[in-house]
């Protein structure tokens, strides 16, 4: 599977923007799609995961504030982020894995888009 990250950029906190990930080649939509993010000098952790029928999970830091949403008929997961922190910079990678379970674990992934750059300002 190949999965294409987009929609990045710079924003002012308390702002909104929306990320994009779509995939093609193989079954998307009896995946499991999650979005995992690396702030600059930290480890990749995970923010929000969502399962083939719909189910979602988020990180503490960010429940409340980012909601993933997929649309299978157009093999395209979303990430809508809103009151956005300056903490919440950094790139922003989809990943995708079969199953129905989400796990916050990045090796728990098998395919990963190429990662989009989010910058919050203060």
């Known amino acids: 599977v190949q999965l294409q990250a987009s929609g990045g950029g710079l924003v002012q906190a308390g702002g909104s923007l929306r990320l994009s990930c779509a995939a093609s080649?193989?079954?998307?939509?009896?995946?499991?799609i999650g979005w995992l993010r690396r702030a600059p000098g930290k480890e990749r952790e995970f923010a929000a995961g969502v399962t083939d029928s719909g189910g979602t999970y988020y990180a503490d830091s960010v429940k409340g504030r980012f909601t993933i949403s997929r649309d299978n008929a157009k093999d395209t997961v979303y990430l809508q982020m809103n009151s956005l922190k300056p903490e919440d910079t950094a790139v922003y990678y989809c990943?995708?894995?079969?199953?129905?379970?989400?796990?916050?674990?990045?090796?728990?992934?098998?395919?990963w888009g190429q990662g989009t750059q989010l910058t919050v300002s203060s």
């Open positions: 990943a995708w894995k079969m199953g129905a379970t989400i796990y916050s674990r990045e090796d728990a992934y098998d395919a």
């Open positions: 080649g193989r079954s998307f939509s009896t995946a499991v």
